[in-house]
């Protein structure tokens, strides 16, 4: 089945604990995307990723960091969360960069204490 | 910088009544524009996907218009069904078209 899957699905942290949300697609994409959606702010892109060893910021990159070493995986990392990235999580992907139909993954809750 | 607004932000309709939704944007230069369907706690189901060169696109009861000119695409449910609850979502790809905007969605609740 084809799909974006993102683990954990629920995690709850303390500040400053580094930790990775991961994602991967199994669609041969070559565009991957990450989003946190907040109450009141909609869906904000954090990073994309046009294709493998190319990523560039989005609206809100700031306390993330990403990498895209393969093709099917698009990791978002928290390096020293902070409560403001409590957050619901989105990865997503298409099959080219430009354009095309957004594949979402079921979403990753994450809460920072 | 692209701006993607929804309004009504909640609808509450009666079963098997026709509706629009509606979504605005500010930047004309769109390359193409896909509504989604999000339930509570889940992620992101695609509906359709407009290209610019398109006007519109359908899908079953589903049809979701692009005016550019205008700034505006809607989304028409016909025959609302309880199942069609849901938060509906528009985004735009815009500028170097790698960049999805996304609105903040129009809640809707189909009542029996």
């Known amino acids: 089945e084809a799909q974006v899957t993102q683990n954990p699905r629920y995690l709850i942290t303390v500040t400053g604990k580094k930790l990775t949300v991961t994602c991967s697609q199994n669609m041969n994409h070559e565009y991957m995307s990450w989003y946190r959606q907040d109450p009141g702010l909609g869906l904000r892109q954090i990073y994309y990723?046009?294709?493998?060893?190319?990523?560039d910021k989005g609206d809100v990159p700031e306390g993330y960091k990403v990498s895209r070493k393969e093709k099917r995986n698009f990791p978002l990392i928290l390096e020293s969360p902070s409560p403001n990235q409590t957050s619901l999580y989105f990865c997503?992907?298409?099959?080219?960069?430009?354009?095309?139909?957004?594949?979402f993954g079921e979403g990753s809750r994450l809460t920072v204490l | 910088k692209q701006e993607v607004t929804q309004i009504p932000a909640a609808l509450s309709v009666p079963e098997g009544e026709n509706l629009v939704l509606n979504c605005s944007f500010t930047?004309?230069?769109?390359?193409?524009l896909q509504w989604f369907r999000q339930d509570p706690g889940k992620g992101l189901t695609s509906l359709l996907l407009?290209?610019?060169?398109?006007r519109e696109q359908t899908s079953g009861r589903l049809n979701a218009s692009l005016d550019k000119s205008s700034g505006r695409s809607t989304l028409y449910i016909a025959a609302s069904q309880p199942g069609d609850s849901a938060t509906y979502l528009c985004a735009g790809n815009t500028g170097t078209a790698s960049k999805l905007t996304f609105g903040t969605g129009t809640r809707l609740q189909v009542t029996l």
């Open positions: 997503a992907s298409r099959l080219k960069g430009y354009g095309g139909e957004l594949f």
């Open positions: 407009i290209q610019s060169s398109q």
């Open positions: 990723s046009m294709n493998v060893e190319v990523t």
């Open positions: 930047d004309s230069a769109i390359y193409n």
